[in-house]
């Protein structure tokens, strides 16, 4: 199985929106709406902050949102604010009853 | 609030096995969540390598499957990886984790493993 493609980088000014998009097959993303999201800072484990493509858990900023079209899922980040610089990874389940981890992207704050 | 801590050597032969524990703490390892291995070598992204239910059923990445056993011991609450003929291209960052439904809501800190002579 192939990861799903993410773009290497994304940036944007703060309070502007960004989006990031994770794109899959139908054996992963199109096929399942197990879809998280996780942000990671150097030198430190990933914390959820999307699960089941729009969801998120308690605690974590309303300005995270997801969603998913056919074969891609997006999360978006809206009123950038400087500590939103990180690292952003999808997961989606796949049909070999696994997990498969996007690419990953950095975002960065202009 | 469930807690993990992995443990285990951080330097492993080539060729040889690695083997990390993941203690849990918070919640009982008999509950309905799945508990899992990520790992994520330097500077590169993540890989989800295993996770097991509670009632003891496995799943496994297809490219470590031939490689990778999940395990876990109700009686010390904690869930083991152990990993066989490793390779320079094993040496990782890894994590352990709780599954609350379909993705990982709980994180170990993680646990450095390095495969080297």
């Known amino acids: 199985q192939s990861a799903p493609t993410q773009p290497v980088s994304v940036s944007g000014s703060p309070g502007q929106s960004i989006t990031i998009s994770c794109t899959g097959t139908?054996?992963?993303?199109?096929?399942?709406?197990?879809i998280s999201w996780y942000q990671q800072f150097p030198g430190k484990a990933p914390k959820l902050i999307i699960y089941?493509?729009?969801n998120r858990p308690s605690g974590v900023s309303s300005r995270f949102s997801g969603s998913k079209s056919g074969n891609t899922a997006s999360l978006t980040i809206s009123g950038l604010q400087a500590e939103d610089e990180a690292y952003y990874y999808c997961c989606s389940f796949a049909s070999s009853y696994s997990y498969v981890f996007g690419t990953g992207t950095k975002v960065t704050v202009i | 609030q469930v807690h993990l801590q992995e443990s285990g050597p951080g330097l492993v032969r080539p060729s040889g096995t690695l083997s990390l524990t993941c203690g849990v703490s918070g919640d009982s390892i008999r509950s309905e969540t799945r508990w899992s291995w990520v790992r994520q070598p330097p500077g590169k992204g993540l890989e989800w390598i295993a996770e097991i239910y509670h009632k003891g059923n496995t799943n496994y990445n297809p490219s470590l499957k031939s490689r990778a056993i999940i395990s876990m011991d109700k009686s010390r609450n904690q869930f083991s990886l152990s990993l066989s003929s490793v390779t320079a291209a094993d040496t990782a960052m890894y994590y352990c984790?709780?599954?609350?439904?379909?993705?990982?809501?709980?994180w170990g800190q993680g646990a450095l493993v390095t495969v080297s002579s």
């Open positions: 139908r054996g992963d993303i199109g096929g399942y709406n197990h």
């Open positions: 089941e493509v729009s």
């Open positions: 984790g709780g599954q609350g439904g379909w993705y990982v809501d709980s």
